[in-house]
């Protein structure tokens, strides 16, 4: 059924345009606000981005539905941070930004875990922690990749992406989430 309402919007039809907008928009959004906290900014940034799908939709080679979420995040994505870099949000890494003890691997918070409020500690993070977060631990980058995409050194990413951890876990621990060492059986 997607691959159907794709080619109807490859041909051009506004209302399979509509569709699919209705059908990606509300996902998308909260891809564009992982980046960029501001909500007028994250609609510019989602909207630009639905420009450049549908502009780059004939080109696109529909291989399942899966792929074709991909494709339309990783331009939201390009898009959020072109948008962070033309407001001078990047550079986003200072030395120093924040001192976290990091808990140590094979912990977890112990309890039930609220989506929405995990979303929203993202959301809070430094913009440099909050970058390489979203793009290594949700979008599936390396830290090779979020180097070259933030123009930084792998080992920035990496101390941006532990310190992001420490930061949520902290943030967890401090509303009522207890670290427990994860069960393996």
Known sequence: MLKQ?????????????????????????????????????????????????????????????????????????????????????????????LTVEPVADGQLPDGELDAEQIYEFIRELPPGYRTVFNLYAIEGYTHREIAGQLNISENTSKSQLSKARALLQHWLTTHGYERTARQTS
């Not at 799908?53 to 390009?78: K, P, T």
């Not at 962070?84 to 120093?96: I, V």
């Open 5 to 97: 309402l794709i080619d109807q919007c490859q041909r051009g039809n506004a209302f399979a345009q509509r569709r699919l907008y209705d059908q990606y928009v509300n996902r998308l959004h909260r891809v564009s606000l992982r980046y960029v906290r501001a909500e007028p900014d994250a609609e510019e940034v989602l909207m630009t981005a639905f420009l450049k799908i549908f502009r780059s939709l004939s080109d696109f080679v529909y291989r399942d539905d899966n792929g074709f979420e991909a494709w339309m995040r990783r331009i939201v994505v390009n898009e959020a941070l072109l948008h962070l870099r033309s407001n001078r949000t990047l550079p986003l890494f200072q030395k120093d930004e």
